[in-house]
């Protein structure tokens, strides 16, 4: 099966849209060009004149089982000014123009979601302009113009200081690094509890909640991501009012940290993917593991096991044959 694959952004000045994507776990390649104009075989005077309608862009080339095509476009958005269709920070003109080229229909929806995700967050006030265009032919640019970012570190450095970009990265994208382009859309149907519990680190009380009397057979997944995180198997009554486990089920999709609030030192649960609060890990709980998984119900959906084929975690079912 062919897991190589092709993405393609045009990102204002393609030196500075290379070195973030190299840095990138599965990524093969990144190609600086030009496409989307009408020209044959433009060369950079010709794109820069403004005349061809080609603009800058790099084509990745990444392996898709290591690397997701939505990963990509997050990289992407994180390195523009999505508000601005008149160039890219220092430089003005048609050729500097944002674009996502996609490759097939799945790269274009992925991308429609990317952009309709950023509208509603709010981190800009302007409109996204940036365009979501079907690929065409694509131009490598000239030797001197790949890998620029090592060719000529000074020029680079220098050119990236003051075109602006960075000081627009740390403005608006970093401060704004909590936004998840997959996961902020699922945030706005917690309801006001699940969402306080999970993202503001609340505890709901005990014996009324959804699931610590729960005795049927399944999983608990993070009500965020959906990510794996318990089974019924290891559910039990720990006579605290809240859903109890002994082990998680997929030790992974768990992240420790030490939490000394309510003076007191206790570890803190959250899901690796989604950084949901989970509740607490305690050692009082019965052997074999001697742990206590005390979990927020709020934090969890649960996935009876006759359903877990439908819902996309068949993986799952031997452990209830």
């Not at 820069?48 to 990444?62: C, D, K, L, M, R």
């Not at 097939?104 to 429609?112: C, F, L, S, T």
């Not at 620029?148 to 994208?173: D, P, Q, T, V």
């Not at 005990?206 to 005795?215: A, G, H, L, M, T």
Request: proline letters at 4%.
């Amino acid at each position: 099966m062919e897991t190589s694959k092709l993405a393609t952004f045009a990102g204002g000045c393609f030196w500075c849209m290379v070195e973030p994507f190299q840095d990138i776990d599965g990524v093969i390649t990144v190609i600086s060009g030009y496409t989307g104009g009408s020209s044959v075989n433009p060369t950079y005077e010709d794109v820069i004149s403004g005349t061809t309608g080609h603009v800058e862009a790099v084509q990745v080339t990444y392996d898709s089982e290591v690397v997701d095509y939505a990963q990509l476009l997050e990289v992407f958005w994180r390195q523009i000014d999505p508000t601005d269709n008149g160039g890219q920070f220092g430089d003005r003109g048609p050729q500097y123009a944002t674009a996502i080229f996609y490759h097939d229909e799945e790269q274009k929806q992925i991308a429609k979601k990317h952009k309709e995700e950023l509208e509603k967050s709010g981190i800009f006030k302007h409109p996204i302009v940036t365009e979501i265009l079907s690929a065409e032919k694509f131009y490598p640019a000239e030797d001197y113009h790949q890998d620029f970012h090592l060719k000529n570190a000074a020029h680079y450095k220098r050119y990236s200081n003051h075109s602006g970009r960075e000081r627009f990265i740390a403005k608006n994208w970093l401060a704004s690094e909590k936004f998840d382009f997959n996961q902020d859309s699922r945030l706005r149907d917690l309801t006001p509890h699940q969402y306080k519990v999970t993202q503001e680190k609340g505890t709901e009380a005990p014996y009324d909640n959804e699931f610590w009397d729960n005795n049927d057979e399944g999983i608990y997944v993070d009500i965020v991501s959906g990510e794996p995180l318990f089974s019924s198997h290891d559910k039990y009554d720990s006579g605290t009012g809240w859903p109890s486990f002994t082990q998680p089920l997929v030790e992974d999709n768990m992240v420790y940290k030490e939490d000394r609030q309510l003076f007191m030192k206790r570890v803190e649960v959250l899901s690796k993917s989604a950084n949901s609060h989970l509740g607490h890990v305690f050692k009082d709980g019965p052997q074999p593991s001697g742990l206590r998984y005390c979990i927020n119900s709020a934090s969890l959906r649960f996935i009876p096991q006759e359903k877990l084929g439908e819902e996309g975690y068949q993986d799952y079912e031997h452990l209830f044959r």
